[in-house]
Structures are given as C-alpha cells and as structure tokens.
C-alpha cells in the first residue's frame, strides 16, 4: 500500500521557521520525482518544491526561492522541507507527492490526479 505521511506542520510567527517531514511506504521512493505543493484556503494547489529522484536537483517556485529548502533521504525513505523567513502567504496546507517526472512543475492548474500518490497534509499557519 502505498503511503505517504507528512508532519512537522504547526503555528509560527512572521520571520520563524519550520521543517517539514514526509515518510515514504508501499514504493520505491528512490526512484520517484517528489514535491511539495501547498494549497492555501479559497486558492487552487501550488507546486512549491520538487526534488529528483537521486536529490542532486531541486527546484523552487519563485516565491519561495532562497526562504525554502527541499531535501530528501533515499536510505529512509523521507522527503524534507525547511522553511525559514516564513511569512503570512506561507500560510496554507502542505502535501508531499510523488510523480514520475517533472512533468507536475509544468503544469498550471494543479491537481492530485497530475502525481502517482500523495499525503494527507500537514498546516502550516503563520501569524503574530
């Protein structure tokens, strides 16, 4: 069965950070693109991170870009992303999710049918 399950998600103020974590079960992790994609209330689903499969690219939405690091352990089967300098916008629900290919980073209205598996998210709110 394949499973994918996030946490490290919570409430932090303005300027704090956060690391998530997804562990990987039912598949061979290491052999999938994964990513990060948000979904923030009344708003469609955005890619925030990818990663390939052996985790020497990574890639950033523009948004994010030098706040946000992707990372992964192939030997444990987990999927990271440090967040830093959070800011209110950051505010949304965190899904890690598994595709073939980059494909997902390309594409414009996002959804969960465009990756193999995903997780049930984590929230992520910040606020003062």
């Known amino acids: 069965q394949v499973q994918l399950v996030e946490s490290g998600g919570g409430l932090v103020q303005p300027g704090g950070s956060l690391r998530l974590s997804c562990t990987a079960s039912?598949?061979?992790?290491?052999?999938?693109?994964m990513y990060w994609v948000r979904q923030a209330p009344g708003k469609g689903l955005e890619w925030v991170s990818a990663i390939n499969s052996v985790g020497d690219r990574t890639y950033y939405t523009n948004s994010v870009k030098g706040r946000f690091t992707i990372s992964r352990d192939n030997a444990k089967s987990t999927l990271y992303l440090q967040m830093s300098s959070l800011k209110s916008e950051d505010t949304a629900v965190y899904y890690c999710?598994?595709?073939?290919?980059?494909?997902?980073?390309?594409?414009?209205?996002?959804?969960?049918?465009?990756?193999?598996?995903w997780g049930q998210g984590t929230q992520v709110t910040v606020s003062s």
């Open positions: 039912g598949f061979t992790f290491g052999h999938y693109w």
């Open positions: 999710a598994a595709a073939t290919t980059s494909q997902p980073m390309g594409i414009i209205n996002l959804s969960f049918s465009d990756f193999v598996s």
